[in-house]
């Protein structure tokens, strides 16, 4: 298995920005699609961005594009999502996953994804 361990989250005012981090280890890193997700309470886990095992292909959902950019260093093990021009709505705990799949095209669908993080908090005040 592959262990995953997310960090930078925290408490931000509307219109800022934070740069979250996922760093991996255990297993082979740099063929794995990789994905970020977020939940706040009372919601399902809604799928944010994704990128493939290279880099060279990204993924945005609607509601993050052009504010949200993420990317990933196979020789570091880390991908991460930088956010800017927070909202209040981006407020959730985030989770990073990754497809143990070698050489899978990312996807928006959790079922796709085989490790995740245990999450970090965004908070975004108004």
């Known amino acids: 298995q592959v262990q995953l361990v997310e960090s930078g989250g925290g408490l931000v005012q509307a219109g800022g920005s934070l740069r979250l981090s996922c760093a991996a280890s255990g297993r082979t890193f740099s063929g794995y699609a990789m994905g970020w997700f977020r939940q706040a309470p009372g919601k399902e886990r809604e799928f944010v961005s994704a990128i493939s095992w290279s880099g060279s292909n990204t993924y945005y959902a609607d509601s993050v594009k052009g504010r949200f950019t993420i990317s990933r260093n196979n020789a570091k093990n880390t991908v991460y999502l930088q956010m800017n021009s927070l909202k209040p709505e981006d407020t959730a705990a985030y989770y990073c996953?990754?497809?143990?799949?070698?050489?899978?095209?990312?996807?928006?669908?959790?079922?796709?994804?085989?490790?995740w993080g245990q999450g970090t908090q965004v908070t975004v005040s108004s």
């Open positions: 996953a990754a497809d143990r799949t070698p050489y899978s095209a990312p996807g928006a669908t959790t079922s796709q994804y085989d490790y």
